[in-house]
């Protein structure tokens, strides 16, 4: 049977995983070679990076792609550290166990919880207890500003147009555990909401995404009461079906009408 064929359009965004057959990045050099050769392939071609983690045996990318397709640039990378890897290591053959799996992310809303998922994969696999603790993600060039092979300002800035403001945001946001704790923060955000609205067809109006005028000062004391517990604009958003930029955008105008 063929392998199906990959989903591919301009614009379209992965998270790429490839596992090795044994750890194929044993040394730290390894997992810089890696990026060295992504990043050749990144200058040569028409992608972005997102995020990215390396494990001893595995890697993890998010990236956005536009003209050149994945498979292209992903045959390259893949090429180019096995020949790497086998003249090191004086090993024949293809280092990686299988061909490279590729998750296409449809809903830009969710790519801060795949970059989420992808700098705790060392957290997952006990490879550290915090992420402060491991160094093969790319978390610190976003907690610091560091411009790089990842471009921070894709996710950074649509977090706050205050590169500072941002920064803290994205902090905030990476130590909430969404996995073991999202149905906990839906229900939350929801009486929130419900405390805010005082009946149920208004409630139903804004969880639909109406855009009713008289709904307005409704959403802005609900973004307040939320930020004020701590929750970051992308969990407000969401649960109400509005971005992020949306969410700044009432809180810049806190004064009610």
Not at 100 to 121: G, T
């Amino acid at each position: 049977m063929g392998r199906s064929p990959r989903i591919q359009y301009y614009g379209a965004m992965y998270h790429i995983s490839h596992e090795g057959k044994c750890n194929i990045f044993k040394e730290d050099e390894d997992k810089t070679k890696l990026l060295e050769i992504l990043e050749n392939v990144k200058e040569k071609s028409d992608f972005i990076v997102l995020a990215y983690s390396i494990l001893d045996n595995r890697y993890d990318f998010l990236i956005k792609f536009h003209n050149i397709p994945v498979s292209k640039c992903m045959q390259k990378i893949n090429m180019e550290y096995t020949k790497y890897y086998n003249s090191k290591y004086n090993h024949k053959g293809r280092p990686y166990k299988n061909r490279y799996k590729s998750i296409i992310i449809e809903d830009e809303r969710k790519i801060l919880d795949i970059i989420w998922e992808i700098h705790r994969i060392p957290i997952e696999e006990r490879f550290a207890n915090s992420l402060d603790e491991y160094k093969w993600t790319s978390d610190v060039l976003y907690k610091f500003n560091l411009e790089s092979i990842v471009d921070i300002g894709y996710i950074l800035n649509q977090l706050d147009d205050d590169r500072n403001k941002a920064m803290e945001e994205y902090t905030n946001l990476m130590k909430f555990d969404i996995i073991n704790n999202c149905k906990y923060i839906d229900k939350h955000l929801d009486q929130i909401l419900k405390d805010v609205c005082n009946n149920e067809i208004d409630f139903d109006l804004i969880k639909e995404g109406s855009k009713k005028t008289y709904l307005t000062n409704l959403k802005k004391e609900y973004i307040i009461r939320c930020k004020e517990l701590g929750y970051v604009n992308s969990q407000i958003g969401d649960n109400i079906g509005i971005t992020d930029r949306a969410v700044r955008k009432y809180l810049e105008t806190r004064a009610f009408c």
